[in-house]
């Protein structure tokens, strides 16, 4: 059984990403919104949820822990360099 979660925010580049589901462009505060009931929810099931986040993003930052989570903010300044970030190091099942 799971007793841990690790999840990441929603990069607020995510509005000019490509989508087929012809819903207009994302709309960022709402994708905060539902990341962070997704991480309470984990939270509800009794899971020890810890959020991942590049520094940086103080309004991300803070939105996640209004919503009572803990924040893990890591540097990914390297990553940007090539024009990478966390999605591109997230490991994918």
Same mark, same amino acid.
């Given at each position: 059984?799971? *007793?841990? &979660?690790?999840?990441? *925010?929603?990069?607020?580049?995510?509005?000019?990403?490509? *989508? *087929? &589901?012809?819903?207009?462009?994302?709309? /960022?505060?709402?994708?905060?919104?539902?990341?962070?009931? /997704?991480?309470?929810?984990?939270?509800?099931?009794?899971?020890?949820?810890?959020?991942?986040?590049?520094?940086?993003?103080?309004?991300?930052?803070?939105?996640?822990?209004?919503?009572?989570?803990?924040?893990?903010?890591?540097?990914?300044?390297?990553?940007?360099?090539?024009?990478?970030?966390?999605?591109?190091?997230?490991?994918?099942?």
């Amino acid at each position: 059984m799971f *007793t841990h &979660a690790i999840i990441k *925010t929603p990069c607020e580049n995510m509005i000019h990403g490509l *989508t *087929t &589901a012809g819903l207009g462009q994302p709309d /960022y505060e709402l994708a905060l919104e539902q990341h962070d009931q /997704y991480g309470s929810a984990l939270k509800e099931c009794g899971l020890e949820v810890r959020v991942l986040l590049a520094k940086g993003f103080p309004k991300a930052s803070q939105a996640i822990k209004n919503a009572g989570l803990p924040v893990v903010e890591l540097d990914v300044s390297e990553f940007r360099k090539l024009d990478g970030g966390l999605s591109c190091l997230s490991l994918r099942f």
